[in-house]
């Protein structure tokens, strides 16, 4: 796998999964990181030879002193610096005699011997701390390792832009009616947001295919472009995260899979009848581990941290002509940041390379990594 820095040369047009046509709605929203969808398209524009590859990522990565490192979406399944826990894993808590819905995932609760320490912005109250949402390589190493994530290292450094390493900007359209200084009436008016990264940050991506750099790239709407840069730092520091998530996955017992892309789950459903495609914040694979089915098993699956899900616009290739799509079905994929909570670690069924929806796996989307619960 071959690791890349994409640094934009302007603004990023990355427009969301919502349908945009001027007259119709007056404004256009962007979405950002952008998904693999559309750094997939901007790869295949250069390379036309080879369609089929394996994308890892868009991460953050940003530059400094020491040099380049990667930057990874924050735990949802903290509260500031306080770690959040099952229900089913916390026998000592005091809300065990709550009224649950037991088809429903554990609700999670803070552990009964965390002291509320975490939860003050300082001593005296006088200092707000401003909690970092992109961890760098470093921390999120450390999690893998010891399944903590100490308080100072989700406090935010001045000036590093870790809470939002982008800043919005609006830019508006005028159509002008011919032989007249006046907006045209229909299809006149329309604003859209561009992105525009902070200095020093960049995208990261790994593929399979070595490219020779550095080339432009083109990325988003508008003909923006970006550089395209060989990282072997990027490729080391994955490598050590995945090296250090797959001995986890091995030893077994209670886990955390951490997900750092977009998780898109998505199945028919044929109870009703109908082939309507339904999509949810956790895999259908796996099966909650407080409910027993009919065959009287259990599945893994504890409980859930996540948050609102993202929207992911997707285009369908003609089979008769190559260069031809037309719109897909949005796809609603659980947030990068989601956490799981594991009696057993258990694989992907996208990760079989023999079915169909391998390919949201080869687009980078779905990526785990994992914790031994501590």
């Known amino acids: 796998m071959f690791w890349y820095s994409l640094t934009p ?17 007056a404004w256009a929203g962007s979405i950002f990181p952008p998904n693999g969808h559309a750094i997939a398209g901007a790869l295949r524009g250069l390379l036309s030879a080879k369609q089929d590859f394996r994308l890892v990522g868009p991460f953050l990565c940003r530059y400094t ?13 903290f509260v500031k610096s306080t770690p959040l826990i099952p229900l089913d894993w916390d ?9 649950r819905d037991q088809h429903q995932p554990s609700p999670l609760v803070k552990p009964v011997n965390q002291s509320n320490d ?25 999690y893998l390792q010891t399944g903590e994530i100490a308080q100072e290292n989700w406090i935010m450094t001045d000036g590093s832009h870790e809470d939002q390493p982008w800043t919005i900007e609006t830019r508006s359209h005028n159509a002008i009616e011919q032989g007249t200084k ?7 008016y329309f604003v859209e947001n561009a992105i525009r990264l902070y200095p020093e940050w960049s995208l990261a991506i790994g593929i399979d295919e070595n490219i020779d750099t550095p080339t432009s790239l083109r990325l988003g709407g ?31 017992g209670k886990s955390i899979a951490y997900l750092v892309t977009p998780g898109a789950f998505e199945r028919k459903d044929k109870s009703k009848g109908t082939q309507k495609a339904i999509c949810r914040a956790y895999p259908w694979e796996w099966k909650l581990a407080h409910t027993v089915n009919a065959n009287q098993t259990s599945g893994c699956l504890v409980s859930v941290a996540t948050e609102k899900p993202v929207a992911i616009s997707c285009r369908f290739r003609e089979k008769v002509e190559a260069n031809k799509s037309i719109p897909a079905p949005q796809v609603f994929a659980a947030p990068p940041g989601t956490l799981y909570y594991l009696n057993q670690p258990q694989i992907l069924f996208q990760d079989n390379e023999q079915t169909k929806v391998n390919t949201w796996r080869k687009l980078g989307y779905s990526e785990l990594l994992w914790i031994n619960y501590k």
Request: glycine share 6%; net charge negative.
């Open 91 to 99: 026998t000592n808590s005091h809300l065990q005699q709550a009224l």
């Open 65 to 77: 002193d020491t040099g380049t490192k990667l930057y990874l979406p924050r735990p949802l399944g």
């Open 9 to 25: 040369l302007d603004v990023l047009l990355l427009r969301d999964a919502k349908p945009f046509t001027p007259g119709e709605r």
């Open 222 to 252: 508008e003909g923006h472009w970006t550089i395209l840069q060989r990282c072997d730092e990027l490729a080391e520091q994955w490598a050590s995260l995945q090296q250090q998530s797959q001995a986890n996955f091995a030893r077994g």
């Open 182 to 188: 006046q907006v045209k009436d229909a299809d006149g």
């Open 118 to 142: 975490d939860d003050e912005d300082s001593a005296d109250g006088d200092i707000k701390y401003e909690y970092r949402q992109y961890l760098p390589y470093e921390v999120i190493q450390e």
